[in-house]
Each structure stands twice: as C-alpha cells, then as structure tokens.
C-alpha cells in the first residue's frame, strides 16, 4: 500500500499527510523527532520557554531527524513571539505553523526565508486573509480540540475553508484514527493535525499522571473553560477544571482571577502532573486515545485504515 500523497506531502516533503500539534508546554523534540522519523511533520512548541531552550530543542530535532522535515509551532499570544520569529529564521526551520493570533506582521520575513508558513485558523475569513497574506497552507481547527480553541466544528469548517481557498487545507480537532483521518478527507482536506492522540505517544513527555488522564478519559470528559476571558480552553475534567467552569458559572470567580489562577497552570499539568492547579489541555476525542504506544505505531496503523476505508470509496 502507498502512503497518501496529496499537496501536503509534496509541499512538506513528507511521507504522511500528519502534522504533530504544536500543544504549549508538550511538543518538545522528543516527540516531535519520533513524528518526524516516521513520515509526518513533528512540531516543536514556540512560546511556552524561554528561547535559548527553545533554539536547542530545535538544534536537537534537526540532529536527531537529519534531513526529515519538521517545524515549530509560534504561539502568537506569547510575550515572546518576535523573538520566536526571529528565532526560526536564524534556525533555518523549513515548517512553520501559528496558532492563537494572525500572524501577518511575520509573514513577509518568514516567506523571504524560504520557510513553508502554516497558520492554524478558526473561520472561513481569517483563512482568506491567510492566503492573501501568502500561507502555504492552512490549518482548519475545529472546537473539538484542545486547548485554545475557535466555536466551529471540524465538520461545519473544513469543507467552508476547502471552499473558501485555494491553498491546500489541513483539518484539525477530534482526529485520532484512520476513520477520522479520511473523514477529513472526504470534507476536502489534503492533510490532518492531530495532539491529543500523540498526548499517549511513549516519545510523549508529559507527566504520567496527564497521560493516564487521557488514556482514561470517556468520550465526555473534556470540558471548555474560561469562555468568558476571551480564551476558551477545552481541558480533561478534573477537581481543578470543573471548580474553574462553576466560578465562571455562578459568577464567583471574575475574568480576572480566573486568569490568576490559571497562570502557570499548563505547567503544573505538563511537568508536575498537579490534578489541584493544573490544566491538562485535550480535544474532545480523549475518549478514543486507549493506548501508550511509539508515534510511528499510531501513524501506521492510523494511516492503514485510512487507505483501506478511501480505497472502498473510490
Ligand atoms: O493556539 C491553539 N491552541 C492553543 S494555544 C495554547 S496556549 C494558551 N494559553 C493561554 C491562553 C491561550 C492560549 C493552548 N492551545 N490553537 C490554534 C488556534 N488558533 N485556535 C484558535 C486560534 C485563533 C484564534 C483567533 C487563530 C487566529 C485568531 O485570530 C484572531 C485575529 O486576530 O483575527
């Protein structure tokens, strides 16, 4: 059987149409290198670390990848995003995706680097902008995710932003085996993003206390927080993540000490495994993601199965 080739693959020079999320706090080169290595496109977090850390994260994944592609994820909200931009330039990273923003002010400077830019979007317009601005592609992520999250499902966006540009679209949200995999590809994309999957991957440097949080998770064990900040966050639930949505509920906690309490949450989750102060960020499809196994045995097996089901398609 052939991997899938579509302008994805041609565009990234990889052998599978999948990219690794690009989840703060997470995707470091340990995982991203394991993703790299077995044909998709590993992405190394920008903007959760100071960026000393994060150049040798980069200088780490290319020495462990060789001349495998992979790419940094820039989260704009960050305090350090110019730096980032700056970073992966002088880094010669080939793959950038962007999330939590519109990264227009870096797109001129990241293009004249010969680097292939892909922002993560949330709706049709910001899509359009996207290519006018001259994205490579687009990731469209749906509010199945986790993390930081827009309001439309994968299923009502992708096939809008299929519709709505030219540039090849890339689904994300509530993806985690080869059924979903060519779902997505019936709705038009040409590539898949997947984190809460590779949240289980053994190259995954979680705390075992997030990982076990996912593999037990059932299909309504993520919950969406912080609505009301203007930056909603689906997480597994928890002690910590139902206190934070009756606060926002009933009034007791204001925006702002919502924010105070979550700061530096993700972190305590990540490296800590805190179920009292941390935030274990996940997608909807928690409830799916059974098994702690290598990153290449997900993406085999997932792509296997999404070739079986498109071949009884065509
Ligand atoms: O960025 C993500 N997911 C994330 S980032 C993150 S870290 C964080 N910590 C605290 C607060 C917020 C984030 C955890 N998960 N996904 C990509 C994504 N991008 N989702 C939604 C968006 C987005 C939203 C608005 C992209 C562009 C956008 O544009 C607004 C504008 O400026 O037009």
Redesign the pocket.
């Known amino acids: 059987m052939t991997a899938l080739k579509t302008r994805i693959t041609d565009l990234l020079g990889c052998k599978y149409p999948i990219i690794q999320g690009g989840?703060?706090w997470i995707a470091e080169s340990t995982l991203a290198s394991a993703v790299s290595d077995a044909g998709g496109i590993g992405l190394i977090a920008g903007?959760?670390a100071p960026i000393d850390y994060l150049r040798e994260q980069i200088r780490k994944t290319k020495a462990a990848v060789g001349d495998k592609p992979f790419g940094v994820n820039v989260?704009?909200?960050s305090p350090n995003a110019d730096d980032l931009a700056k970073l992966v330039i002088e880094e010669g990273v080939p793959i950038v995706t962007?999330?939590?923003?519109?990264p227009g002010k870096y797109m001129e400077g990241w293009k004249n680097a010969g680097i292939k830019v892909i922002?993560?979007?949330?709706?049709v317009a910001?899509a359009k902008?996207m290519e006018r601005a001259g994205a490579d592609a687009v990731?469209a992520?749906g509010t199945e995710?986790?993390?930081?999250?827009?309001e439309n499902t994968t299923m009502c966006l992708v096939p809008q932003v299929v519709d709505a540009v030219e540039i090849p679209v890339i689904a994300a949200g509530g993806i985690a085996d080869g059924r979903g995999i060519a779902a997505s590809f019936m709705l038009g994309a040409e590539g898949v993003q997947l984190g809460t999957r590779f949240l289980a991957a053994e190259e995954c440097q979680v705390h075992s206390v997030y990982k076990q949080l996912v593999v037990d998770a059932k299909d309504t064990d993520s919950i969406v927080t912080?609505r009301y900040t203007g930056?909603p966050?689906r997480n597994v639930k928890t002690k910590f993540s139902k206190k934070l949505a009756n606060g926002e509920r009933d009034g007791s906690l204001t925006p702002e000490e919502f924010e105070n309490i979550?700061l530096g949450s993700?972190r305590k989750a990540v490296q800590d495994g805190n179920l009292e102060e941390g935030s274990f960020?996940c997608g909807a499809i928690a409830g799916m993601v059974k098994k702690i196994e290598p990153a290449k045995d997900m993406i085999e097996e997932m792509f296997k199965e999404a070739e079986a089901l498109l071949n009884q398609c065509r």
């Open positions: 989840m703060a903007g959760s989260m704009l909200m962007t999330g939590a923003g519109n922002p993560v979007v949330p709706s910001l902008r990731v992520e995710s986790g993390g930081h999250i827009g912080g930056h966050c979550t993700l960020l």
